[in-house]
């Protein structure tokens, strides 16, 4: 559990900046994109200094149990383990394990930066000045967004590397801080979203409807951890598909 020291107090003044209305916007032209809120930009920097406060660890194992639901799959959750070099165990809701079969390909655990996969052990090598850090991921605001997001989920990245991450976030556009919220499981955090162009097919592979999707994320603002991830796309009568992050963090074993 962290205390609330100085480095909350950004992040907290953008979410109480939200509830009484003085938020700032600044007036930008992104190309088409809304520039990032003040307040999210904030937002961010605050939980830049929450994460780099956070112990490194160096642990055996990293543990991802999350919680899906969506139109595809229906609502699951699942538990996997993986170790530096990788490998990835499942885990049943019973307990069983199930080791990661000898040479099997596409079964190595990697996150993507840029036009690259790494691995854990890459993960450590990556620069943690948010600029360097920043060149390595796509020029296009979207894609960026995407892999740091994907990254800041369930990846292993140490408390520098995700400080980094979050910097970058607060300097890429189209962010707004929406405040205080609950996730799924009732947890309290604070939820920032992003509304983009997106596309969905009615049938055919041709048959394309342009439309926009949000994407909603919840963040512990204690930990600088993610709580939820939602995605909603306009146009579309479903619910949005979610990822409640139930567990994320080291293991010395698996079980």
Do not use: C
């Not at 209305?21 to 830049?48: C, N, R, W």
């Not at 019973?94 to 080791?99: K, P, R, S, V, Y």
């Not at 926009?212 to 479903?238: C, F, M």
């Amino acid at each position: 559990m962290f205390a609330r020291p100085r480095r909350l107090l950004v992040a907290a003044a953008a979410v109480a900046a939200i509830a009484t209305g003085a938020v700032a916007y600044p007036v930008l032209d992104m190309g088409g994109e809304p520039a990032a809120t003040a307040s999210a930009s904030q937002f961010f920097e605050g939980m830049a200094e929450v994460a780099q406060d956070a112990p490194a660890t160096t642990p055996a194992y990293w543990k991802v149990r999350v919680e899906t639901d969506n139109q595809d799959d229906g609502r699951r959750t699942d538990t996997s383990y993986f170790d530096r070099e990788g490998r990835v165990w499942t885990v049943d809701a019973d307990g069983t394990a199930h080791e990661p079969p000898a040479g099997e390909a596409g079964k190595v655990k990697k996150w993507p930066v840029g036009k690259r996969w790494l691995t854990w052990p890459q993960l450590e090598k990556l620069p943690t000045d948010e600029k360097t850090l920043a060149a390595l991921f796509p020029k296009n605001p979207n894609s960026r967004f995407d892999q740091v997001t994907i990254m800041l989920e369930d990846s292993p990245a140490g408390p520098d590397l995700r400080a980094a991450l979050f910097r970058i976030l607060a300097d890429t556009p189209g962010m707004k801080l929406v405040g205080d919220v609950r996730d799924s499981r009732g947890r309290a955090g604070v939820a920032v979203e992003i509304t983009r162009k997106s596309w969905y097919t009615t049938g055919g592979e041709d048959e394309k409807v342009t439309t926009w999707a949000t994407d909603r994320y919840i963040v512990d603002p204690d930990t600088g951890l993610l709580l939820e991830t939602l995605h909603k796309t306009r146009s579309q009568n479903t619910p949005a598909d979610r990822y409640t992050w139930l567990v994320v963090g080291p293991a010395d074993h698996i079980g």
